[in-house]
Every structure is written in structure tokens, then in C-alpha cells.
């Protein structure tokens, strides 16, 4: 069964400060790694990671993928209040013929404070 | 950017009657579709896969009687929650799939009274 373990659950920070989120794997057929931030209704695409050591970055979020390690890290910098959301790790995996399917971590609730 | 709808967005019901959520692709044509169920401070839960044309898929767990899924057309996905009941109560989201990449619906909250 394909597993996908986020870490921390949650996590209280002032605002400026930098975080780092942590999203380890188990699949069969791995195809690819996403990020997530879902704030009050369906998630909102952050990255999409394929090859490992490759930095993909956004403004003040960044994240990289360890296919060897299994695992990839969120990073947000200086972060700001509106980046209060839970944020989602899913790994798309072949699930047989032209089929593929996500499956999400539990997610990290990341609360910033003013 | 790839739109897609859902509706309705929120929908009241009493126990043993059926609600039709339907999912929509705005601007893309989506030859699969996706499923998820998410409770209240928990992740997204795959439910089924919805292939157009051809039966859906459906994960280990997920009653294929109760949930009834649709795919008519490359556009429009259904999910049917038949005789629902309060357990039933959950917000559910689909995804449409495009060039590999999966985007999301806005969610629709289903309570069951």
C-alpha cells in the first residue's frame, strides 16, 4: 500500500521566520511528487517534482526531491501571515495500464502569527 | 489556467435520500477524472477513478453501490451518494487530470441531517 507521511502535523511560527516541511514515501511506480497549500476549500498547486536535487522555487517557497531517500522538503522563507494553510504532499504513482493516482500525506498545518 | 467546477458547492440532505454532486471541466477536455473524500482535519482521500466511457475504479474500502460515479463525457464526471446518512457527511472534491497535471474542484460540502 502506498504511503505518504508528512512532518510536522503542525506548526506554530512569527512571522519573518523560515520553515521547512518534511514529506516522506512509499509508492510503487513512482511517477512524480507534489505540493499543496489548501486553505479553506480544494488544494492550490505549489510544485511538481520529478527528478531528485533539482530545486524548484516560487517566490519564497522552495522544494526539492531525494528519490533516493524518499523524501522532499518545503521550504518557505520569511514567511507571512497568509501563508497560514495546511499544506499537502501527494505522490502520483502508475496504478496499472494509462491509470495513475495521488496519494496525499495527512498534511502540515502551518499557522503564522503576526 | 485548467478551471474546473463543481456544484453544487454545499448541499443539506436527510438520511436515505441521494445527492448527485457533478464535477466539470470548464476549458479542457479530461479523459480521467478523480474522487476524493476529505473529513474534517484529515488529508484527501482517493475514492475512485473515473476513466470517460468505461466503468469507474474504486479504492479498496469504497462501496460502489453508495457511491455511485458517472463520466459521461470528457467535460462532466458525477458522484451519486445514494441513501446517504449522516457518516456519509464528509466535503468532497474531484479532480480532472491534463497533461499529467490533476486540478482541482472547489469542493462541495455534503452535510446529511
Known amino acids: 500500500e502506498d504511503k505518504v507521511v508528512q512532518s510536522p502535523l503542525s506548526l506554530v511560527v512569527h512571522e519573518g521566520d523560515t520553515v521547512t516541511l518534511n514529506c516522506s514515501y512509499e509508492v510503487t511506480n513512482f511517477r512524480s511528487l507534489l505540493w499543496y497549500k489548501q486553505e479553506k476549500k480544494a488544494p492550490t498547486f505549489l510544485f511538481m517534482l520529478?527528478?531528485?536535487?533539482i530545486e524548484k522555487k516560487s517566490g519564497r517557497l522552495s522544494s526539492i526531491l531525494d528519490k533516493k531517500e524518499l523524501f522532499s522538503i518545503l521550504n518557505i522563507t520569511a514567511t507571512q501571515t497568509g501563508d497560514s494553510a495546511v499544506y499537502l504532499c501527494?505522490?502520483?504513482?502508475?496504478?496499472?495500464?494509462?491509470?495513475?493516482?495521488?496519494?496525499f500525506g495527512k498534511g502540515t498545518l502551518l499557522t503564522v502569527n503576526p | 489556467g485548467a478551471v474546473v467546477s463543481q456544484h453544487p458547492s454545499r448541499v443539506i440532505c436527510k438520511s436515505g435520500t441521494s445527492v448527485k454532486i457533478e464535477c466539470r471541466s470548464l476549458d479542457f477536455q479530461a479523459t480521467t477524472m478523480f474522487w476524493y473524500r476529505q473529513f474534517p482535519k484529515q488529508s484527501l482521500m482517493l475514492m475512485a477513478t473515473s476513466n470517460e466511457g468505461s466503468k469507474a475504479t474504486y479504492e479498496q474500502g469504497v462501496e460502489k453501490d453508495k457511491f455511485l460515479i458517472n463520466h459521461a463525457s470528457l467535460t462532466l464526471s458525477t458522484l451519486t451518494v445514494t441513501s446517504a446518512h449522516p457518516e456519509d457527511s464528509s466535503f468532497y472534491i474531484c479532480?480532472?487530470?491534463?497533461?499529467?497535471?490533476?486540478?482541482f474542484g472547489p469542493g462541495t460540502r455534503l452535510t446529511v441531517t
Open positions: 479532480s480532472a487530470s491534463l497533461a499529467y497535471e490533476q486540478y
Open positions: 520529478t527528478s531528485s536535487g
Open positions: 501527494a505522490v502520483e504513482a502508475d496504478s496499472g495500464g494509462s491509470n495513475y493516482k495521488l496519494t
